[in-house]
């Protein structure tokens, strides 16, 4: 397990022993926003948030 891997373990595990588990829906949430963000302006808007994340590279390699 790398040092981040470790760091970020030890926030989950952080926010569970406070009862904080809101803290870890809000980063998922930001990560998938910001996934979403990511996949449009790579595939100049076209993306879709029911492709999954090979259609996402397939389209970037072959449609772009």
Do not use: F
């Not at 406070?18 to 998938?32: D, G, R, S, T």
């Amino acid at each position: 397990m790398t040092e981040r891997e470790k760091a970020i373990q030890l926030l989950v595990s952080d926010c569970l022993v406070a009862h904080q588990e809101i803290i870890i829906v809000k980063l998922i949430a930001e990560l998938e926003k910001d996934y979403e963000d990511l996949a449009k302006l790579a595939t100049m808007g076209e993306y879709n948030t029911n492709w999954t994340h090979p259609e996402v590279l397939d389209y970037i390699t072959y449609e772009t």
